[in-house]
């Protein structure tokens, strides 16, 4: 009992850091969401197909900027117990003087760009602005991480939440102004801009010295495993919008960039509060075995609770949800949005083993995971890109994400000695409970409604049986969600 007193005794301040991290995280995507779904919404009614269809063939390069600026040096300071300011300061000049060559690179590239996709010259002087972007973020790299590390998060919300009001009001402003495509870029880049100015202005970090090649090499082997991951997964996950925007057309570009954007506002923001919460936590537990599977089985099913009815709700609501935002416009969209909202529950649980596999150091296996997945994807494009369906091509990829997550879970579960069937067994109640919603918010959306009220009945009827479920089966997931929000424990005696 006295054992048992003492580690409880320990872990509190471990887990009050852990709670208020999550909580901060979780406002930080909470409020960027709806500020970002507020002026997605407004752009969304003024700007045109085409012209969400051109920035969107922008992001597939911008994408891979930004993977290159980054170099995989982030994350590979998460994982490392104790960086110095000499490996922030490495990593910082590292990534600048990338991102400013990248720049170049495709600032003389762009009329390329251009022909790549039917030839459009509006793409030349848009990408020469947009990629400003990319070099902004690599100068908040270090200045986030270093938050992060400390698992003091606050900053990085606020500075989000100051840039998504100031840059979605320019971007607003533009569109109504009848700038179309520019609003959306100028938007992209003031947003990236006021973050990064913020997390200097209030950081109290400068670089010490220039590049250290011992500090290089200490986050190197991690920061290549993960670049070379994130290279191959920005590869496949952009090779969608290169395809539809190069052998399709602009319009079903701009379809497929809407459905996405959406279905991303709830899986991605899950991955980014997951990754930022809980990484450096599972990073100081990382020599020992026992702790460290106490913590997969915990996270585990914290995850799976929020997860299986955010994405499966999402899907179930996606018609009434698109015609309150946006009418009829986007219709075309409503499918694929559907169809990427579930396959979000896999991107999320494969980011998920794949950071249990970064706080392990185990960077090689990153890689390993991101082949298989990327396999699967080449595969599922081969088969279904000749039939000219946009539909049938995001169901490949839907395909593609389960087959992944079937073959990253044994490798997970063997790498961490934690059995495949509780792994799976972690997250089947949640599955279960979040199916039983979806039923309930089918048959609740049946009653003939206006869009907006349909809306909210299923919302508020999903939302209502998923919490009487957890609450009649006993899981303490509930009562811990709210413990971390609100960041109060219950002292055991």
């Known amino acids: 009992m006295k054992e048992q007193a003492s580690q409880e005794q320990a872990e509190a301040p471990l887990k009050l850091k852990t709670a208020r991290t999550l909580k901060w995280n979780t406002i930080d995507r909470l409020a960027s969401q709806v500020l970002y779904g507020v002026v997605g919404v407004v752009l969304a009614n003024v700007v045109s197909q085409e012209e969400f269809g051109l920035v969107g063939a922008l992001i597939v390069f911008q994408s891979f ?52 996709f039917q030839g459009d010259r509006r793409l030349i002087p848009l990408s020469k602005v947009m990629f400003l972007t990319f070099v902004f973020n690599a100068l908040a790299i270090v200045q986030t991480n270093r938050l992060m590390k400390r698992m003091d998060v ?21 569109a109504l102004a009848g700038y179309g495509a520019w609003a959306l870029v100028w938007q992209s880049v003031a947003l990236a801009g006021i973050k990064t100015g913020i997390l200097w202005a209030t950081g109290r ?53 809407q459905a996405d954007k959406w279905s991303k506002m709830g899986c991605a923001s899950l991955s980014q509060v997951l990754t930022a919460s809980f990484v450096p936590l599972m990073s100081r537990v990382q020599d020992s075995a026992e702790d460290f599977r106490r913590y997969v089985r915990k996270i585990n099913r914290f995850t799976a609770f929020i997860l299986f009815p955010a994405m499966l709700g999402l899907a ?53 995971i991101e082949v298989v997945k990327d396999v699967a994807i080449a595969v599922a494009i081969v088969c279904t890109v000749g039939f000219g369906d946009v539909a049938l091509l995001v169901w490949g990829q839907l395909f593609a994400s389960l087959v992944t997550y079937c073959v990253v879970v044994v490798m997970t579960a063997r790498s961490l000695g934690y059995p495949v069937a509780r792994m799976t067994g972690d997250l089947v109640p949640f599955l279960l409970a979040s199916l039983a919603m ?21 919302i508020i009827s999903g939302g209502a049986a998923y919490v009487i479920i957890m609450k009649i089966c006993g899981f303490p997931e509930l009562p811990e969600a709210a413990g971390y929000l609100f960041g109060r424990f219950r002292k055991r005696r």
């Open 438 to 458: 979806c039923g309930v918010c089918h048959f609740a959306g049946m009653m003939p409604l206006p869009s907006m009220l349909r809306l909210c009945v299923e």
């Open 316 to 368: 179930v609501v996606g018609e009434p949800l698109f015609h309150t935002l946006f009418g009829h416009k986007w219709d075309s969209a409503i499918t694929l949005f559907r169809i990427l909202a579930v396959r979000g529950v896999f991107v999320v649980l494969v980011s998920l083993y794949g950071n249990y596999m970064l706080a392990k150091g185990f960077g090689r296996r990153l890689f390993v």
């Open 205 to 257: 970090w400068l670089p010490t010295c220039w590049i250290k090649k011992s500090s290089l090499a200490k986050v190197w082997r991690i920061g290549l495993s993960v670049f070379c991951s994130s290279m191959l997964n920005t590869v496949f996950l952009s090779i969608y919008s290169f395809v539809i925007g190069a052998f399709y057309s602009l319009r079903a570009l701009g379809v497929y960039t």
């Open 65 to 116: 900027a930004i993977i290159f600026a980054d170099s995989g040096f982030g994350a590979a300071l998460l994982q490392r117990k104790d960086p110095t300011d000499e490996d922030y300061s490495t990593v910082f000049w590292f990534n600048l003087v990338v991102s400013v060559s990248i720049y170049w690179t495709l600032w003389l590239c762009a009329p390329l760009i251009a022909d790549i």
């Open 154 to 174: 606050k900053m990085i919300a606020v500075s989000n939440v100051i840039a998504q009001v100031a840059g979605g009001a320019l971007g607003i402003g533009l």
